[in-house]
Structure formats: structure tokens, C-alpha cells
């Protein structure tokens, strides 16, 4: 009976054990059948679209960016079709391999690889790393059809960015580039990846971007498990950015980079009714197609240790003493503050104000002089005598007036504006009081006076025309007509007067005369600026010639006119950066605006110079390349590499020109002469 018993137990204990293995069974099933469910019907998508990726690629395309164009609508700036090769770190699985059969397929030079080994190191892991851009069809043909031998390979037919006048619009244009790994971070923009995409990185490229950049379109294809593309599925087309014109001249604008010639030096033509901008030239420049491609290392050392820097926009970042040209405005304030223009001072070569002996450029001295034959021979004597008597304070606020110091909205992001000093100004900044000797030196344009080209074109509209120009460089931009500065026309007459005289009536500018153009005449000053200090004891034996002084201690020569004379329409600044009286701005001056009015006599002029100098400045700058490549001992492999932050390199370089050209404290207090111009 109890073995019965004992059997029942057993057996009701099984048949429990099964039901509550049979209830977890069916628990188990139950979630895995809604695991089931919930994979297959409500994540359904999630997982297409994870399966999809695997299979299919969406790449950017990057936009096409707009052009900048000329006020006769040439372009400065366009887009030109672009065969590339980029490479895809993540994606390489022999490096060595891979690189060694494209420096073939590509004929890749020791500088080409030099820069891709050091851009793969820079790059993050997806981040595509340019091979080679502009390729002819043959060579990208080659790389494609070798796509399967090439993991990380690839190659894209595209838009590359394109200056046709190349170094003449390099500091107006400024450049593109590719976008540096601190712009990916900010922005999170997948577009910063994008093989082919680059961004403006100075000048208008940079300032315009948001209207240059246009949107980017997108492309889908189908890939294998190895990122080889099988076939296009669909793209959606990019939106090009918009044009962007200017009030630019291209052909006066590459005249003038051409008359410059062999100097360090700058040219700012504006319309002197309308205040466009016509020209805006900084030489030596580089080739900004070299900084869209992708500029190597020997480029970049070439430019960034050449002393005429090169990679400096002076025309707006440079910074000088004007020298006589403030003349014509300091005769302004003359009258404005009741002086008789027909009072004469006498010259006798020097001007002793206290322990100090101020020197005019004349040794000998002029003689007696009134207001228009002081600034026709460009006396200091006369402006020393005239400082002296009325205070550099009576000075200043016409000197301001003309635009000097004055900052004016264009579309850069880098300009400097100078310095127009009073007694107010040096007390603040050197907690000092204003001399007479202060007075002495900028009343000639030294001392603390400081200016930058563009600047002193505007001064020489507000001169020819007597209203407030302010120059304008985009020709879509609000213009509006310039107002009255409300100069008595009397005293404007009495200036326009003198500034005829230095270049028609036997003053300092007589070289410069408009040849052949009959019945047109040029109005203007000359002015030469000191950057060192002349002692006594070489005043003694006898002040050195620039040709006998390092590049870096010969003085400036610069220029500002207009023309016509009778009727003012077009002004004009230059400024050569120590040249001293080896070259001298006038005459370039006078052919720059001599284009506007006769192009073919212009041309003549430039064709013989030209030939003297080596060839136009394309041809000038490719002999430069080959000499400096053939003069580096060093393989191209112990070069510096390019910065990977080009941009903020470049700034750096300008920033320690700009601290090199400004003249010390010592020049600027010193008892300083100008020479003979």
C-alpha cells in the first residue's frame, strides 16, 4: 500500500514538474514570439534601414560655388571641371601598397607624397585626404578602372575652384581650402568631409562665403561589404552658390600688378564721383590656384621666408608713414585756419626748434616760397614753420576728415587703419605730452603718423572732388551720392592748384606727366617716408643712397593723384615698399591711370619695362619657382611640412611684416629729412 502510495507522489510530483516546466516553456515562447513580432513588425523599418546602409552609400556632393565677376562681368573667380583622387584612411588596408601604385598610375612627385604621408596623419579616419586634383582624363582613367586593386581609392569627377588671372587677384580674391578638423568639430556640417569640398579661407572668398557656398547636393549608390560602388541608385543636384560682382576692372586691375613690376608694393584706383573701388593690387602676391590645389612645402616656404611678403595684402594690412603726400591736405588746414596761401616762409635748408635741427630735403634750402610753390617742391620747411606756429590739433581733424585713420565697410576681415595723432592721442597712449617736435614731424608725414593705401586713395578723391567718397567694392551694395565736405571752393582751388603744379609747373612730380594723351592732365604729390633715423655724424659724412642700405632700411616712395586735373574723375594711390629713389611711384602712378584713358599707349609703355624686368609677373614668378627649388640642398622630405592650419599661418606671417614695417619710436621722434622725390 505504501509502495502505491509512494508511486502516486512520484507521479503527481512529475506531472507537476512538467506542467511548470511546460508553463516556462510556453512563457519563453510567448516572449520569444513577441521578441519576434516586435523585430519583425515594429522595428521592421529600423532594421531595413540599417541593412540599407550597409548596401547603399549617401555622398555629398559638394556645391559649386558662385563666381566673382568683374563690373563688365569677366570673371575673377569661376569653377573649372575637376578630375580628383582622394583617399579614405579608414579604408586603406596596405598603405605603403596603395600609395606606391598611385605615385605610378598619377606621377606623383617627392613633395606630392611628402604632403599626402603628413595630411593622412593629420586626418581623422574618414576624413578623405586629397591624392591629386585637375587630372587629365588619361590619369583618371587609370585610377578607376584599378578601383578594385585599391581599397581606400576614390576618385571623383567634380568642380575646382579657378582664378584666371591668377597672382593679379590673389589679395582681392584671397582662396579656398579644404575645411581644417577645428571647423568639422564646430560645425558638425558632414559637407566638412566631403571629398572635393572647400571653403574661402581669405579675402572676398572668405568674407562672401555664405553667399559664394551655394547648397550641396547628394548622391546614392549601391556598394559591396568592401565600399566599392556597384551602380548610382539616384543624386540630387548641388545649387551653386551666387555670383558675387564687383566694381573691379579686371584689365586695370592686371595692368596694375604688372606696372608694380619687380617692387613690394600696392595700387588703389577709385572712381573719385562714385567711390568704386577699380583696382586693388598688393604685389609680390601668390598664385591663389596653388593655395586651392593644395600648396606643398617648398611653395610655402618660398613665400612665407621671402622678405617682400608676398602673402600680405598691403593695400589694406600695411601700414605707413604718408610722407609729403599728406601735403595737399596739410595745406587744407593751413587755410582753414586763417593762414594767407600767398604768405611766403624762406628756406634755408634747415629749422632749429629748441636743441632740435629739422632738414628739408633740399640742402641748400628753397628760398622763399608761398602755399602753392611749398607743396609743388614739396618744401618741409614751409609745413615745419606752419606746425610750429599752429599745433598738429588744427591739423588732425582735416587729416581725419580726408580718411586717414578711418575705417571703411568692406567685405575683408583683416584691416589695419593707422594712426592720425594728436596731443589727446599720445597722452592716452603714452601718457606723454605733445611737443612741438611732434608737430614738426608729422606736419611732413612722419612721426606717429601712419596710413594705409587705401586710405590714401580716398584722401586723394576727397582732395579732387570735395565731398566725403567712400570707396564701395561690391557693385550690388546700396550707393549713395557723396556729400559736401563743405571746403570753401577758394581754399579747394588754392590745393588743386598746388597739386597741378608739382606734376605740370616745374614741381616734384614733373617725370610724371601724362605722355601722349593731349589735353589730359595729372594733379598730385609725390612723398618719400623715412624707416630708419639719419645721425648727425652721417649727415656729416654724407647720408647713404638706398642702393647702398639692406632692403628693410631704404625708404618708401609713394604717390596720390587724379585725373583729369580740370575735371577729377579717377584717383589713384601707390605705394613701393623701400625703394627708396631706386624705383619711384610716380610714373607708375601716372601709367596705371594713363590705361583708363588710352590702353593701347599704356600697353606700349609696360612692353619694354617689361623685357627689362624678365617677362610679365607669371613669368617672373615661375623663374622665381625654379630657382628656389634649385637652390634647396635639403631633400623635400626635411622641409617643414605646410601648416595644417594654412590661414592662421598665413596671419601670423603678415602680423610680424606689419610690426617690421612700422618705424620704430626712435624714427618717429627723431629730427627726420625727406629726400628729394
Known sequence: MSRIVTEAQQAFSFSRRAMVLGGAQAAVGLVLAGRMTWLSVAENERYNLLAESNRVNLTMIPPRRGWIIDRHGAPIANNRTDFRVDLIPDRIEDRDRVLGELRQLLALT?????????????????????????LDWERFAAVSVRLPELPGVQPTRGFSRNYPAGASVAHLT??????????????????????????????????????LRGVAGAKRVEVTARGQVVRELETRPDRQGQNARLTIDLGLQEYAARRLGPNSGSAVVMDAITGDVLAMVSMPAYDPNSFSDGIGR??????????????????????????????????????????????????SGVLQVGTGRFHCHKRGGHGPLDMVGAVAQSCDIYFYTMARELGYDR??????????????????????????????????????????????????????????????????????????VVPRLLLDTPHRPAQSMNIDPEMLATVHKATWAVINGGGTGGRSRFQGLPGIELAGKTGTAQVRRITMAERRTGVLGDGALPFRMRDHSLFIGYAPADKPRYAVSVVLEHSGHIYTAAPIASDILSWLFDREKAMKRLEPLEREWGGDVKTRMDSQWRAFQAAQAAPVLTVPATPADVEGATTNVVDSAVNQSQPDTAVAQSNVTERTE
Open 174 to 211: 584671397g582662396y579656398v581650402g579644404a575645411a581644417t578638423r577645428e571647423q568639422y568639430k564646430e560645425t558638425r556640417d558632414p559637407l566638412m568631409n566631403t571629398p572635393g569640398f572647400k571653403l574661402g579661407k581669405d579675402g572676398l572668398e572668405k568674407a562672401l562665403e555664405p553667399r
Open 298 to 347: 617648398l611653395e610655402w616656404k618660398m613665400l612665407s621666408d621671402d622678405d617682400h611678403i608676398p602673402l600680405m595684402n598691403k593695400t589694406l594690412q600695411g601700414l605707413y608713414p604718408p610722407g609729403s603726400t599728406v601735403k595737399p591736405m596739410h595745406a587744407l588746414a593751413i587755410l582753414q585756419a586763417g593762414i594767407d596761401p600767398h604768405r611766403r616762409v624762406n628756406c
Open 110 to 134: 617627392p613633395e606630392d607624397m611628402a604632403r599626402i604621408q603628413t595630411d593622412l596623419e593629420r586626418a581623422r579616419r574618414s576624413q578623405p585626404v586629397q591624392v591629386a586634383e585637375n
Open 395 to 468: 591739423f588732425a581733424p582735416v587729416v581725419r576728415s580726408m580718411g586717414l585713420g578711418q575705417e571703411f565697410e568692406l567685405p575683408f576681415q583683416s584691416q589695419r587703419y593707422g594712426t592720425v595723432p594728436d596731443s589727446a592721442w599720445k597722452l592716452r597712449k603714452y601718457k606723454q605730452k605733445w611737443t612741438v617736435a611732434d608737430s614738426v614731424n608729422a606736419s611732413i608725414g612722419q612721426g606717429y603718423v601712419l596710413t594705409n593705401p587705401l586710405q590714401l586713395a580716398v584722401m586723394a578723391a576727397r582732395i579732387a572732388q570735395g565731398r566725403h
